[in-house]
């Protein structure tokens, strides 16, 4: 069983940073992400890593965001750099197939943390 738990969430103002942080157990050679959702919005994916590092990133997060894993420490990192305060949001982190490895796959992701929450102050 799959158990993810996230934390590093909290409030900073436009332009700030903050890192994410995603404790995984129980899983291997899965597809991990990162996706959010704001209130009255649809959830979307920001960005994904595959077992063997590749990446993809939403277009609006490209360039300001990094994602990154250590398999070591079965944790999974989000990096946000110059963020916005249209990007509050709940922050789930997420394991799904390596067939369905992309931002946009979000539904055939099969495990999900709790979240946590970002908010950006203007």
């Known amino acids: 069983q799959v158990q993810l738990v996230e934390s590093g969430g909290g409030s900073v103002q436009a332009g700030g940073s903050l890192r994410l942080s995603c404790a995984a157990s129980?899983?291997?050679?899965?597809?991990m992400g990162w996706f959010r959702q704001a209130p009255g919005k649809e959830r979307e994916g920001v960005a994904v890593?595959?077992?063997?590092?590749?990446?993809a990133y939403a277009d609006s997060v490209k360039g300001r965001f990094t994602i990154s894993q250590d398999n070591a420490k079965n944790t999974l990192y989000l990096q946000m750099n110059s963020l916005k305060p249209e990007e509050s949001a709940m922050y789930y982190c997420?394991?799904?197939?390596?067939?369905?490895?992309?931002?946009?796959?979000?539904?055939?992701?099969?495990?999900w943390g709790q979240g946590t929450q970002v908010t950006v102050s203007s």
């Open positions: 890593i595959g077992w063997e590092g590749s990446t």
């Open positions: 129980g899983y291997s050679n899965y597809c």
């Open positions: 997420a394991a799904g197939p390596l067939g369905y490895c992309g931002i946009r796959w979000g539904r055939m992701f099969n495990y």
